[in-house]
């Protein structure tokens, strides 16, 4: 019998979880992880959470139970309550960027002009969230524009799409944000940036801000 419990110690400890230890200092529980290079997703009883690779320092192995004590029955530690965190705002901008192909910094600057990074942020004309998605795109895309992840997710892919789109054109990366800001229409029917003050001071901003973070 006291062979059964040791052996049944040793199983409960191999499926012990971890804790992902972020540069900030945070602890994030998991069952387990995968290395996806730049991303690192994390597995846990809810689902998983992407973070950037760069952001974690080191993972450790969580303990489930105490040493079986000599003659007495099995006593299994009650494991601590999962330590999450949510991400923050970057950390999300940042994940779905890599996600899509595209530099964090930039989908960083886009949102710092956009939202500067509130979550709940609500334009006059209706844009929601950290990249300031219009309900109709985020009809579009599918997603929940007040939900943080979904709304990050969609902003980056949505750039990355209009970069795409413009990729043989003149000024690509100029056209693209136009188009973010003031919708492909305007651009197409212009052929260039549109002639609105509002559009051209926002495409200018987007890009004082990228070469301030790329240094």
């Given amino acids: 019998m006291k062979r059964f419990f040791l052996y049944l110690v040793s ?25 996806l290079g730049a991303i690192t997703r994390l597995h846990t009883k809810d689902g998983s959470v992407d973070l950037p690779s760069g952001q974690i320092r080191a993972f450790e192995q969580e303990e489930h139970v105490r040493p079986v004590p000599p003659e007495t029955e099995l006593q299994v530690a009650v494991p601590p309550a999962p330590s999450f965190r949510v991400p923050s705002p970057l950390e999300l901008i940042d994940a779905a960027a890599v996600r899509h192909g595209s530099r964090p910094e930039f989908v960083r ?20 969230g950290l990249m300031q998605l219009m309900p109709a795109t985020a009809d579009d895309l599918g997603v929940d ?10 902003g980056a892919r949505h750039l990355r799409e209009l970069l795409l789109r413009y990729k043989d054109t003149r000024d690509p990366v100029r056209l693209a944000l136009a188009a973010y800001n003031a919708g492909p229409g305007a651009v197409e029917r212009y052929r260039d940036i549109p002639p609105y003050r509002e559009t051209q001071d926002y495409v200018e901003r987007v890009l004082r801000r990228y070469l301030r973070e790329l240094k």
Wanted: with cysteine.
């Fill in 109 to 128: 600057s886009v949102a710092a002009v956009e939202s500067a990074f509130r979550i709940d942020a609500l334009s006059p004309k209706g844009a929601i």
């Fill in 145 to 154: 524009p007040r939900d943080p992840a979904q709304n990050a997710e969609a």
């Fill in 11 to 35: 199983v409960m400890q191999a499926c012990a979880g971890e804790y992902a230890i972020l540069d900030s200092g945070f602890r994030v529980y998991s069952e387990r992880h995968e290395d």
